[in-house]
């Protein structure tokens, strides 16, 4: 069955780092296109990065870029989001979604097929 499960979210102040990760079942990662996305209260779904299959670079949402790192790691079918320097609007639930082949409209939330259940990220102080 395949599947993607997240982890990695937590609670931290304005300036802090966390990593998230993404759990990858069924298919190898690289076959695969993954996007992080997130949704805080009352605003829409939100593209942050992605990368697709073999691409060696991801691509960012503009709100992260420079800030957040995505990277792949196959010997463990895991995908990271390094995340830096946090802001209070980063707040948010983060989703893994995964498309079963190579997109590059990935950014895209109805692009995806599979979706994590998220996990919560606060900033506050």
């Known amino acids: 069955q395949v599947q993607v499960a997240e982890s990695g979210g937590g609670s931290v102040q304005p300036g802090g780092s966390l990593r998230l990760s993404c759990l990858v079942s069924g298919l190898p990662v690289n076959r695969l296109t993954i996007g992080w996305f997130r949704q805080a209260p009352g605003k829409v779904r939100e593209g942050i990065s992605c990368?697709?299959?073999?691409?060696?670079?991801?691509d960012y949402s503009d709100s992260v870029k420079g800030r957040f790192v995505l990277s792949r790691e196959s010997s463990k079918n895991m995908v990271h989001l390094q995340m830096t320097n946090l802001k209070p609007e980063d707040a948010a639930v983060y989703f893994c979604?995964?498309?079963?082949?190579?997109?590059?409209?990935?950014?895209?939330?109805?692009?995806?097929?599979?979706w994590g259940k998220g996990t919560l990220v606060t900033v506050s102080s």
């Open positions: 979604a995964m498309y079963r082949g190579f997109r590059r409209d990935c950014l895209v939330d109805n692009a995806m097929q599979d």
């Open positions: 990368i697709s299959g073999l691409e060696i670079r991801p």
